[in-house]
């Protein structure tokens, strides 16, 4: 029985990533960009590591603190991501009411639901922070065992996260007086941004580059030496690792941690499915209530009514609109971060805030990217069975297209300025940096908006129970997709800019040759974009025509 459970999610996979169970032509290619991808990560990651390790033992102890600090924050990103797919799995799917009736038990349907979302969530991770961790252990010249030790904690950690974050759900659920579902979702992320915040501050990620807060060299050494995070499980992996790698000791205590914490978390979910399951489904499923009075509609524009639309659709849905509540803790956190850099001690060059800036385009690019993959490319699947009323509307697919990238466009725009102009604000960035950053910011954004809604048009999903579940080839494609793009712009342009901004910095002026150059970087940028946009767009109009 518990293996006939799997069935549906194993096939589903299966057909999304194959198609009918063989290696097609677009799976290669995906494969290989994948890998390229990983290789680019493996390489920028050991670059930076190789810095920090020639430096002196301080450099190697601020590397080891960055590397516990990402698996800290890797960890709490997974644990908030699981809450919101277990509260659809558990509560929310669509074939709840047949297993609810069917002969299986608790125990079974919350080890389904658990391995589900541990897969749905946990995916990327695990393919994208191999190399990122391999880069470490290249640089440390690691022993033999690191590398299995590696295999083991990573979907280790993983599964603990969605585990833990299973239980909360269902504790949360049955707890709290929801009369509707999005109330749930708002406890959920209300304290998904204070755990976030207060994990961010008990880090103090400002502490590694100001040693002069502390009167004496050893208390600086000291307090970066210190393990990061003992109370979490993501802060057994980092110590645990990080031991190894710097004394190729193993240990044993840790390791049995993470191994037994999994089993345990199981044990504990099966108990409280036991008990506070059906409390908590009976609750979900209550009505809205109260009553709507009808109106006639007002004359609006074709426009209008594709935004009046989406809109509503968009509030209806809890699982979408209180993921606002993470999005915003993420902002606060990223601009908090520019605010408690010691800009006036370790960063007082100009030249290095400018380079921190450029960098700070890859980042609002990638935030971008991966808000597209969320929120931009599963609407056109959104739209369901329902899709054939835009088909029979007097409104051409051209038009309906253009309409919902407007929709989206505009605040993942404002939100790139807002991210943009506030670092640069706390950076005390001025001149053509300002501007050049700004300018990259925002065609990023228009770019990877424009390629979600595209390939979301090309591998539509008009029968997706869970739209944040997004395992089909089309997600995939289009992530690495737009990280291949959001590198090209970036490695391509850092040269010129780096020589326009360093002459202005020490000269104050702008030679004539370097603004060339990056006025040709600019047009080249904005011609591959737009390239890059019309083609993904002209295939996803032509996918949604009528057949």
């Known amino acids: 029985m518990q293996t006939r459970l799997f069935l549906p999610f194993l096939c589903s996979a299966r057909n999304r990533l194959l198609g009918r169970g063989a290696v097609t032509l677009k799976t290669i290619p995906l494969t290989l960009l994948g890998l390229a991808i990983c290789v680019v990560l493996y390489v920028i990651t050991w670059r930076a590591v190789s810095y920090f390790h020639a430096q002196s033992e301080l450099g190697i102890i601020l590397s080891m603190k960055i590397y516990q600090m990402a698996w800290i924050t890797i960890f709490i990103m997974l644990v908030f991501s699981s809450m919101i797919a277990g509260v659809s799995t558990l509560y929310l799917s669509k074939d709840n009411e047949i297993m609810v009736a069917a002969p299986i038990g608790w125990a079974e349907l919350f080890r389904m639901r658990l391995l589900t979302t541990f897969f749905n969530t946990s995916w990327m991770v695990l393919i994208f922070t191999l190399p990122v961790f391999a880069a470490f252990g290249t640089v440390f010249q690691a022993g033999p065992l690191y590398w299995p030790l590696l295999l083991v904690t990573i979907p280790t950690t993983a599964l603990i996260a969605s585990g833990s974050a299973m239980l909360l759900v269902i504790l949360l659920v049955f707890l709290f007086p929801a009369r509707r579902t999005k109330d749930i979702i708002f406890y959920l992320t209300l304290c998904f941004g204070i755990l976030l915040y207060l994990v961010f501050r008990l880090m103090r990620p400002e502490d590694l580059v100001n040693p002069e807060k502390y009167s004496q060299f050893v208390e600086y050494l000291a307090a970066v030496s210190n393990p990061a995070g003992p109370w979490l499980p993501a802060g057994w992996t980092a110590n645990l690792l990080t031991v190894y790698l710097l004394d190729r000791q193993i240990d044993w205590l840790l390791l ?292």
């Open 256 to 547: 049995g941690l993470l191994l037994c914490t999994p089993p345990v978390l199981v044990f504990l979910g099966e108990w409280l499915m036991e008990r506070f399951f059906i409390g908590g489904y009976s609750k979900s499923q209550e009505s809205f209530g109260g009553y709507r009075r009808f109106r006639p509609p007002r004359q609006r524009s074709s426009r209008s009514w594709i935004f009046r639309k989406e809109l509503i659709s968009f509030l209806r849905d809890s699982r979408e609109w209180s993921q606002f509540f993470m999005i915003g803790a993420l902002v606060v956190v990223y601009l908090y971060n520019f605010k408690v850099l010691p800009l006036e001690s370790t960063f007082g060059s100009t030249y290095v805030a400018n380079l921190i800036s450029f960098g700070n385009i890859g980042l609002t690019g990638f935030l971008a990217a991966a808000l597209a993959a969320r929120f931009v490319y599963p609407s056109i699947g959104a739209e369901g069975e329902a899709f054939y009323l835009i088909l029979s509307s007097p409104l051409s697919i051209a038009r309906f297209f253009w309409y919902k990238y407007l929709f989206y466009v505009i605040p993942f725009s404002l939100l790139t300025i807002v991210l943009i102009v506030v670092s640069n604000h706390l950076l005390q960035i001025s001149g053509p940096m300002w501007w050049i950053s700004l300018f990259a910011s925002l065609l990023i954004c228009w770019t990877v908006v424009a390629m979600a809604l595209g390939f979301g048009a090309m591998y539509a999903d008009y029968h997706a129970e869970n739209r944040s579940a997004s395992l089909g080839i089309g997600a995939v494609l289009y992530f690495f997709c737009a990280a291949a793009y959001l590198l090209v712009i970036l490695l391509t342009g850092f040269s010129p800019v780096y020589r326009l901004v360093r002459r202005w910095i020490f000269h104050r002026g702008l030679p004539l040759f370097d603004t060339l150059l990056t006025g040709g970087w600019v047009v080249a940028a904005i011609l591959v974009s737009l390239v890059i946009g019309l083609v993904v767009s002209r295939r996803g109009i032509s996918a949604l025509q009528p057949k």
